[in-house]
């Protein structure tokens, strides 16, 4: 067997930009690598963006549904109190992973990227088909196991825990949390389908999130995390990031004219919208600071009004070009996010609102990119006082650097090539299908 003869199955979380948009540019590498390629879709707002790049897509049912996508990122966030349940009933996920097998059976594929897409922790190993995940190098155990994962600052709520509590200390409270049962409450009714269909349960983020292979669109510069140290199974790929072509739109381009400091500014689909409107209100104090701003699903940019010479909003925004453009970035720390910046070469303010998006932001940081705000502390002064900072001739220096390095990757043809070689046995997890 031969690439061309190849089938893969793609689904992803479609309501998530970061992971519909990694899935689908893989998609388009494989495709571009003479495999067949088909995406199947329980929901997402993103989806639309499958047909534009010429790919063949299938809509499945169930949907997961925008209202309840919010209150996962509430979870995510550690907005909602630890194990809270995800809302899906037993009975959704089991139709799910029906859909899911009905479309197995009539697609027949070597092989299936699940993305983020949970129902195909259910399905793929029911059906006993190889599958391949993608996520932030923050869900590889060996993170956490290293200690490198800090405690979110959605989840300091108090002056003790902020201010007094040694660093150190939470990264074990949170290597005993998430690598033990901590997913457990969360997934009482995903574990009750897996059941149904004779699957084991699953009760913490890193099982939940693993294939048979998974990739981290990361690089070890960026994570901190050394490749060496990954745990068995686990392939650093390099950056992925979308290629999604939004109109650049003339206003950005005026804005971006002007004398001053040219500021992009986006908290992707999971910042909050309060703080958005508090960092555009910082930034616009300051009348040297040309700002164009993405709101995506977050805020209206109505709601920023009264747009000047010196400020822009809208919705979508081309991020590779706009960060080209921009001389720093105030961004939330998403994945992509991130590497767009990297990409560009410019240096970073970043607030997150998880804990993959804090280590993000922390791991250009340490490189000396970024300055990262913690969540408790964004206000007018502290946001201005970081932009200042960051737009000194250090920072862009260290970021040219990365970027040089960064640039020397392929993430989405390292992809592509692991998982054909999954498929193919030409990898030491291929023997399992064997």
Same mark, same amino acid.
């Given at each position: 067997?031969?690439?061309? *003869?190849?089938?893969?199955?793609?689904?992803? @979380?479609?309501?998530?930009?970061? *992971?519909?948009?990694?899935? !689908?540019?893989?998609?388009?590498?494989?495709?571009?690598?003479?495999?067949?390629? /088909?995406?199947?879709?329980?929901?997402?707002?993103?989806?639309?963006?499958?047909?534009?790049?010429?790919?063949?897509?299938?809509?499945?049912?169930?949907?997961?549904?925008?209202?309840?996508?919010?209150?996962?990122?509430?979870?995510?966030?550690?907005?909602?109190?630890?194990?809270?349940?995800?809302?899906?009933? &037993?009975?959704?996920?089991?139709?799910?992973?029906?859909? $899911? +097998?009905?479309?197995?059976?009539?697609?027949?594929?070597?092989?299936?990227?699940?993305?983020?897409?949970?129902?195909?922790?259910?399905?793929? =190993?029911?059906?006993?088909?190889?599958?391949? #995940?993608?996520?932030?190098?923050?869900?590889?155990?060996?993170?956490?196991?290293?200690?490198?994962?800090?405690? =979110?600052?959605?989840?300091?709520?108090?002056?003790?825990?902020?201010?007094?509590?040694?660093?150190?200390?939470?990264?074990?409270?949170?290597?005993?949390?998430?690598?033990?049962?901590?997913?457990?409450?969360?997934?009482?009714?995903?574990?009750?389908?897996?059941?149904?269909?004779?699957?084991?349960?699953?009760?913490?983020? #890193?099982?939940?999130?693993?294939?048979?292979?998974?990739? %981290? =669109? *990361?690089?070890?510069? !960026?994570?901190?995390?050394?490749? /060496?140290? +990954?745990?068995?199974? @686990? @392939?650093?790929?390099?950056?992925?990031?979308?290629?999604?072509?939004?109109?650049? *739109?003339?206003?950005?381009?005026?804005?971006?004219?002007?004398?001053?400091?040219?500021?992009?500014?986006?908290?992707?689909?999971?910042?909050? =919208?309060?703080?958005?409107?508090?960092?555009?209100?910082? !930034?616009?104090?300051?009348?040297?600071?040309?700002?164009?701003?993405?709101?995506?699903?977050?805020? $209206?940019?109505?709601? %920023?009004?009264?747009?000047?010479?010196?400020?822009?909003?809208? &919705?979508?925004?081309?991020?590779?070009?706009?960060?080209? !453009?921009?001389?720093?970035?105030? +961004?939330?720390?998403?994945?992509? #996010?991130?590497?767009?910046?990297?990409?560009?070469?410019?240096?970073?303010?970043?607030?997150?609102?998880?804990?993959?998006?804090?280590?993000?932001?922390?791991?250009?940081?340490?490189?000396?990119?970024?300055?990262?705000?913690?969540?408790?502390?964004?206000?007018? /002064? &502290?946001? %201005?006082?970081?932009?200042?900072?960051?737009?000194?001739?250090?920072?862009?220096?260290?970021? &040219?650097?990365?970027?040089?390095?960064?640039?020397?990757?392929?993430?989405?043809?390292?992809?592509?090539?692991?998982?054909?070689?999954?498929?193919?046995?030409?990898?030491?997890?291929? /023997?399992?299908?064997?």
């Amino acid at each position: 067997m031969q690439v061309r *003869d190849l089938k893969w199955a793609f689904f992803s @979380y479609g309501h998530n930009l970061g *992971d519909f948009t990694r899935a !689908l540019e893989t998609a388009i590498g494989m495709k571009q690598s003479g495999a067949q390629v /088909k995406f199947f879709n329980h929901g997402g707002i993103h989806n639309k963006h499958i047909a534009e790049a010429g790919i063949e897509a299938e809509d499945l049912q169930p949907e997961l549904t925008w209202e309840q996508h919010k209150v996962i990122m509430d979870i995510n966030r550690y907005k909602a109190a630890v194990g809270t349940p995800l809302p899906v009933t &037993r009975e959704q996920w089991i139709k799910m992973a029906e859909a $899911d +097998l009905k479309a197995f059976d009539e697609y027949q594929p070597n092989g299936v990227y699940a993305g983020l897409n949970l129902s195909c922790m259910i399905s793929v =190993p029911y059906a006993k088909l190889p599958m391949v #995940t993608q996520v932030p190098t923050v869900n590889c155990p060996a993170f956490i196991h290293n200690e490198m994962y800090n405690m =979110p600052n959605t989840m300091e709520r108090n002056f003790f825990m902020r201010h007094v509590l040694p660093g150190m200390i939470k990264r074990k409270i949170m290597k005993k949390v998430l690598l033990g049962n901590s997913a457990g409450a969360s997934l009482t009714t995903f574990n009750e389908a897996r059941k149904h269909f004779g699957l084991k349960p699953i009760y913490n983020i #890193t099982d939940l999130v693993r294939g048979d292979i998974t990739l %981290l =669109p *990361d690089l070890p510069v !960026l994570s901190g995390l050394a490749e /060496k140290d +990954l745990n068995s199974g @686990y @392939y650093y790929t390099g950056p992925i990031f979308s290629g999604i072509e939004f109109p650049l *739109d003339d206003q950005i381009r005026k804005v971006f004219s002007r004398p001053g400091l040219k500021v992009y500014c986006s908290l992707g689909s999971s910042g909050y =919208p309060e703080t958005l409107r508090e960092i555009i209100a910082a !930034l616009r104090q300051n009348s040297n600071l040309n700002i164009v701003c993405a709101t995506t699903t977050i805020l $209206d940019p109505e709601e %920023l009004k009264p747009f000047s010479e010196n400020f822009y909003a809208t &919705r979508f925004l081309p991020a590779t070009k706009v960060n080209a !453009l921009a001389d720093i970035a105030v +961004l939330h720390g998403g994945q992509g #996010t991130i590497q767009n910046a990297v990409w560009a070469g410019t240096p970073v303010v970043g607030i997150g609102f998880q804990a993959e998006q804090q280590a993000n932001i922390d791991g250009i940081a340490r490189e000396g990119m970024a300055i990262r705000i913690p969540i408790y502390s964004v206000n007018s /002064k &502290r946001i %201005l006082k970081a932009v200042n900072e960051i737009s000194k001739e250090k920072y862009r220096n260290r970021a &040219r650097q990365i970027q040089t390095q960064v640039r020397s990757t392929n993430g989405v043809r390292k992809s592509v090539e692991l998982m054909n070689q999954l498929v193919l046995g030409q990898l030491p997890e291929s /023997k399992k299908f064997s």
